[in-house]
């Protein structure tokens, strides 16, 4: 099995932090979450992503609660 890496990148989605090999933002996830949006919907409408990814991206918030609702915060305006 592969290992999920969340990574920052300058440049790449303003050097937020990503699923590895994606620029699908961590804070993008945890905010369609947090709007009901299950597991099987995020699979579904990311396809690229595997319950791996969602596993490391809701445990990468777990660890950096701040950073990311700050960066909802200013994603929501």
Known sequence: MATTKIRKTAGICNGAACI????IPVWELVALRSQGCSDANLLSDYPQLTRDDLKAAFAYYAQNPEEIDAAIAEAEG
């Open 20 to 23: 590895g090999r994606t620029q």
